[in-house]
């Protein structure tokens, strides 16, 4: 059955709509189906009718065990006895290890350095060989084959696989029957897995819904192919993001066709964004998301024009954040919404003047939080002091009600960045 695809759809990319199904007929007595639901406060926040599915909530944290169990279930009996290996930043890896475990098969994961301490613990808990090795996920992913060619390993990648891509699509299929009024789907987009798998899945049941993919602007290689643009001056993907689980140079070119073929689209957003949307999804929905998972909220932040208006259908895709990386995002969160604020001020050095700065706090309803003391560094004078205060306020407003009230007191007032 393929409602809504070319015929010939299937054959030229692999991965057909019948597939998805099969691969839901698969899952169906190992894999959670997750809850979605409506949020009214980040549909406020962002101007559309927000609808989050909640895939985080897979017993290893997020929707990749959909694809690596769908792979496990059509190993051969000789494939089962030699066992799989596997190249990924986290979550494919501890799908892969968690089911491989439940049936018996043995599993080796190649995780990059770099890749959060907690998927790396988790993955071995799980029961799978975890093998650390290269900087990026390519030299990773070299490093798997290598294992695979040597050992006699199956290798199953984490996105450019068509029985992969009908596992991960399954997700989609739930949602769209779970809320068959969405207009669109944001889904986040890495390697491209289940961005095409969702595609299929929509175009096949809901050809009305528009289907979007998100990309931080560190990794937006997908977004590049998908539009025809080369690289700029032969730069390549890479840096720096709290969306590690999307963090990939190279994406499946299968993936790319697929969303091509049927008119698929991608937005891309910054890591403050991201930052900004697990803060909400934290503060307001009381749900712990990755930086990936995260993502489809960010695009809404960021492009809320596209979304406007419209009942939106958010892939919540993971939850497995390092929580240094939760505790930074969090901070970060309160300094730029106003509520963490932290001033320098030049002080006389003598008796009462931090009192009456502190009593200019208090009096306005400013939380201190931290306090620093400087008589002796370069940015003082004789008989005077530099204090830093770190101080909590309800908001944007109220911080700067604070500001305005140290400066017409007197005080000589200096943002700290």
């Known amino acids: 059955m393929q409602i809504g695809l070319p015929l010939s759809f299937g054959i030229s990319f692999g991965i057909s709509f019948d597939d998805v199904l099969r691969a839901r007929e698969r899952l169906a007595d190992a894999i959670v189906r997750t809850p979605a639901a409506i949020s009214h406060t980040l549909s406020s926040i962002t101007g559309a009718e927000v609808v989050l599915k909640f895939e985080?909530?897979?017993?290893?944290?997020?929707?990749?065990?959909?694809?690596?169990?769908?792979?496990?279930?059509?190993?051969?009996?000789?494939?089962?006895?030699r066992g799989v290996v596997a190249m990924s930043a986290g979550n494919h890896a501890q799908g892969l290890a968690h089911h491989a475990a439940r049936l018996g098969v043995s599993a080796t994961l190649v995780m990059p350095e770099g890749t959060p301490m907690v998927k790396i613990g988790r993955t071995r808990a799980l029961g799978a060989d975890v093998v650390v090795h290269g900087a990026t996920l390519v030299e990773a992913h070299e490093h798997a084959l290598a294992l695979a060619h040597d050992r006699g390993l199956v290798f199953v990648p984490p996105y450019d696989c068509p029985v992969v891509m009908a596992g991960q699509g399954t997700a989609v299929l739930e949602f769209l029957e779970q809320e068959p009024d969405l207009e669109m789907l944001v889904i986040p987009v890495g390697g491209g897995g289940l961005f095409a798998g969702s595609v299929v899945a929509a175009r096949a049941v809901a050809p009305h819904v528009e289907v979007v993919g998100v990309q931080v602007d560190t990794f937006a290689a997908f977004d590049a192919a998908l539009r025809g643009v080369a690289p700029a001056d032969g730069h390549v993907p890479g840096g720096e993001t709290v969306a590690e689980g999307i963090a990939v140079a190279r994406p499946?070119?299968?993936?790319?066709?697929?969303?091509?073929?049927?008119?698929?689209?991608?937005?891309?957003?910054?890591?403050?964004?991201?930052?900004?949307?697990?803060?909400?999804?934290?503060?307001?929905?009381?749900v712990v998301s990755?930086?990936?998972?995260?993502?489809?909220?960010?695009?809404?932040?960021?492009?809320?024009?596209?979304?406007?208006?419209?009942?939106?259908?958010?892939?919540?895709?993971?939850?497995?954040?390092?929580?240094?990386?939760?505790?930074?995002?969090?901070?970060?969160?309160?300094?730029?919404?106003?509520?963490?604020?932290?001033?320098?001020?030049?002080l006389p050095d003598r008796p009462g003047s931090l009192h009456a700065r502190t009593g200019v706090l208090a009096a306005q309803g400013a939380n201190v939080v931290e306090l620093s003391h400087d008589r002796m560094g370069p940015n003082t004078r004789l008989r005077s002091a530099v204090v830093d205060v770190q101080f909590e306020t309800a908001d944007r407003e109220h911080r700067d009600a604070v500001v305005a009230v140290l400066r017409a007191e007197g005080f000589a007032v200096t943002a700290v960045d």
């Open 290 to 346: 990755e930086g990936a998972g995260a993502a489809p909220l960010a695009a809404l932040l960021s492009h809320p024009e596209r979304f406007a208006g419209r009942r939106v259908g958010l892939v919540l895709s993971g939850g497995n954040v390092d929580l240094r990386v939760l505790a930074s995002a969090m901070l970060r969160a309160l300094v730029r919404t106003g509520r963490l604020t932290t001033l320098s001020v030049a």
């Open 56 to 81: 985080n909530l897979q017993f290893t944290g997020s929707f990749k065990e959909r694809g690596a169990l769908n792979r496990l279930l059509t190993l051969s009996a000789d494939e089962r006895s």
């Open 252 to 286: 499946s070119a299968r993936a790319v066709r697929v969303a091509r073929a049927l008119g698929a689209s991608t937005v891309v957003v910054d890591d403050s964004a991201v930052e900004e949307a697990i803060a909400l999804l934290l503060e307001i929905e009381k």
